[in-house]
C-alpha cells in the first residue's frame, strides 16, 4: 500500500543552523502538507502546497519556513535559522485531488527536530 | 480553533465495542466529520469521513445524527493497538485539518 515517507527520521541541531527536512508524498497525491507537534500539543498546521505554490499558511510559518517540490517527487521543508521552540515532530501529508476519493490525507511518520 | 468537542478520555475493555462522541453543533452543510487516530507519536492516520450517512469500513463505523450536530466513532472489536488519540475534524475540501486535543481512548486488556 502505498504511503508517505520522511527523512531524517530525527534530526538534531544546533540553533540558528538551517535544516531540511523531507518528505516524499504518494506518488499520485496533488496537495501536499505540513504539520508540526511540540511535545504534549496538539497538531498544529503550517502550510500547504498545491499546484507549485503555497495555497494556505498558518502564523507559524513565517520567513524561516519556505517549502519546495524541486523534482516532482520531494516535498521538503527548510528552516533557515532554526530556534528552540522549533524542535517538535514535523509531519508531511498528501491527498489525492479525486473528489470520488474524499479529501482525507494520508501522514508520513515524521521527522523528530530537536534544536540544542 | 478546532470545531469540535471530545471527551479527554476513555477506556474500553479488549473485545468490546470503543464508542467514541464528538459534538460539532456548527458544522455547516457542506462540511465532513472526519475522523483520524494517532498512536504514540506516529503521524495520524485517517480512520472514516462522512457527510450525513452513517458509514461503515474495515476500520470502524461512523453514527452521524440527523440533524448533524453530533456523531459517534464506533471501533466494534477493539485491541490493545487501538489505544490512541482519536481526533473528530470537522472540514470541507483541500483545507487545512484543525486539530483539537482528542480523546485519548484506552484499551485495557
Known amino acids: 500500500e502505498p504511503e508517505v515517507t520522511q527523512t531524517p527520521s530525527h534530526q538534531v541541531t544546533q540553533m540558528g543552523q538551517e535544516v531540511i527536512l523531507r518528505c516524499v508524498p504518494i506518488s499520485n497525491h496533488l496537495y501536499f502538507y505540513w504539520y508540526r507537534q511540540i511535545l504534549g500539543q496538539k497538531v498544529e498546521f503550517l502550510v500547504s502546497?498545491?499546484?507549485?505554490?503555497?495555497?494556505?499558511k498558518s502564523e507559524i510559518f513565517d520567513d524561516q519556513f519556505s517549502v519546495e517540490r524541486p523534482d516532482g517527487s520531494n516535498f521538503t521543508l527548510k528552516i533557515r535559522s532554526t530556534k528552540l521552540e522549533d524542535s517538535a515532530m514535523y509531519f508531511c501529508?498528501?491527498?489525492?485531488?479525486?473528489?470520488?476519493?474524499?479529501?482525507?490525507?494520508?501522514f508520513g511518520p515524521g521527522t523528530r527536530l530537536t534544536v540544542l | 480553533d478546532a470545531k469540535t468537542t471530545q471527551p479527554t478520555s476513555m477506556d474500553c475493555a479488549e473485545g468490546r465495542a470503543a464508542n467514541l462522541p464528538c459534538n460539532h453543533s456548527?458544522?455547516?452543510?457542506?462540511?465532513?466529520v472526519y475522523w483520524y487516530r494517532q498512536i504514540h507519536s506516529q503521524g495520524p492516520q485517517y480512520i472514516i469521513h462522512g457527510l450525513k450517512n452513517n458509514e461503515t469500513n474495515e476500520m470502524a463505523s461512523l453514527i452521524i445524527t440527523e440533524d448533524r450536530k453530533s456523531s459517534t466513532l464506533i471501533l466494534p472489536h477493539a485491541t490493545l493497538r487501538d489505544t490512541a488519540v482519536y481526533y473528530c475534524i470537522v472540514h470541507q475540501g483541500a483545507q487545512k485539518l484543525v486539530f483539537g486535543q482528542g480523546t485519548r481512548l484506552t484499551i485495557n486488556p
Open positions: 501529508a498528501s491527498r489525492t485531488r479525486a473528489t470520488w476519493a474524499g479529501f482525507e490525507q494520508f
Open positions: 502546497f498545491y499546484n507549485n505554490e503555497i495555497s494556505e
Open positions: 456548527t458544522i455547516s452543510g457542506n462540511e465532513y
